[in-house]
Nanobody
């Protein structure tokens, strides 16, 4: 069974950091672009960041640019999302997804869901004082 699994979520205070991890079972992430998406309570899911197959291409939604960093370690079959300077508005369930390439909304670094074939079940991040 092909699965993606997110981990690393939790409760933090504003200004603190968290690192989310995304790994897979049933297939290797080496040949996939990986995107991070999030869904806040009462809102639609939105793109956060995406990293290309080789790791050389990354992009971010404006809301997280400069605070979040996406990276991948193919030796560990893992993609990370380092989240710094967290804000209450970052509170959401974070999902990783795998697909053949990253696609973005025109003129932005916000990834689209369109080409993502596999999804994890999500990891909750709560930013609150």
């Amino acid at each position: 069974q092909l699965q993606l699994v997110e981990s690393g979520g939790g409760l933090v205070q504003p200004g603190e950091s968290l690192r989310l991890s995304c790994t897979s079972s049933g297939f290797t992430l080496d040949y996939y672009a990986i995107g991070w998406f999030r869904q806040a309570p009462g809102k639609e899911r939105e793109g956060v960041s995406c990293i290309s197959v080789g790791g050389g291409g990354t992009n971010y939604a404006d809301s997280v640019k400069g605070r979040f960093t996406i990276s991948r370690d193919n030796t560990k079959n893992t993609v990370y999302l380092q989240m710094n300077s967290l804000k209450p508005e970052d509170t959401a369930v974070y999902y990783c997804a795998a697909g053949p390439l990253c696609t973005y909304y025109s003129g932005s670094g916000t990834p689209q869901e369109y080409d993502m074939d596999y999804w994890g079940k999500g990891s909750l991040v709560t930013v609150s004082s």
